[in-house]
């Protein structure tokens, strides 16, 4: 009887704390996986952007439309999420930015040297051009998340040399799934060097797709240089 006893004891005490556990990481659990609310993430976003003096949203449903995305209804988050996303953007805001902003002023730098400044409003193209090839070539080069591009026509000039002749247009290729990406609007493109080398430069904003949800990151501007050389 008394070995039974015991036994009991034993089982009840192990039930106990059992139980004693099963209260304590009950609702740390239930917090964990909470649901946030939308002001709680606009409260997020607003003091990373008054930290870091950036821009940063989620886009609107005008944005994404503008951008050809489509419109979707971001899946709820919860607490660890939110902290996951905070992490995340304050990365971004701490590393990425500061790149962002250096390659437009590189780019500015660059556009200032050999005097272009006309490169931002219209794509020039000079009344001597010499004849055609048959087709246009399409060149790119890789860019910051992202691929710059541009179809114009090779020639030759007097000396049978290769030159870049008409310029058709510029373009942007982006991978919107991609974590971080590029999108210039309207690039533009220049003859430079003797008409030896392209030049793109293309305007627009960064972009971030987390866990399905596209953030605007920040605005400015790349630059490429694409030689005749490599298409000849």
Request: proline share 4%; net charge negative.
């Amino acid at each position: 009887m008394k070995h039974l006893t015991k036994s009991i004891g034993k089982c009840l005490s192990l039930m106990l704390a059992l139980i004693m556990c099963m209260s304590l990481s009950i609702p740390a659990f239930a917090t964990e996986e909470r649901i946030v609310s939308d002001e709680e993430i606009a409260a997020v976003l607003d003091k990373l952007n008054a930290e870091y003096h950036t821009n940063i949203h989620a886009l609107s449903a005008a944005e994404l439309t503008q951008l050809g995305l489509p419109v979707t209804n971001p899946e709820p988050m919860t607490v660890s999420e939110l902290a996951e996303l905070e992490n995340t953007l304050r990365n971004i805001a701490e590393t990425q930015i500061p790149q962002f902003k250096r390659n437009t002023q590189e780019a500015f730098i660059a556009i200032a040297n050999i005097g272009m400044y006309n490169l931002l409003s219209k794509i020039p193209n000079s009344d001597d051009i010499l004849p055609l090839a048959t087709n246009p070539v399409t060149a790119t080069k890789e860019i910051e998340y992202a691929v710059a591009g541009a179809v114009a026509y090779i020639s030759e000039n007097l000396f049978g040399k290769s030159i870049w002749g008409e310029i058709q247009r510029g373009f942007c290729i982006t991978d919107t799934e991609q974590s971080t990406w590029f999108r210039a609007t309207n690039p533009t493109v220049t003859r430079i060097e003797s008409n030896s080398t392209l030049y793109w430069v293309g305007t627009g904003s960064y972009y971030s797709n987390i866990n399905g949800t596209q953030y605007y990151l920040y605005s400015g501007t790349q630059y490429a240089s694409m030689y005749v050389s490599d298409y000849d």
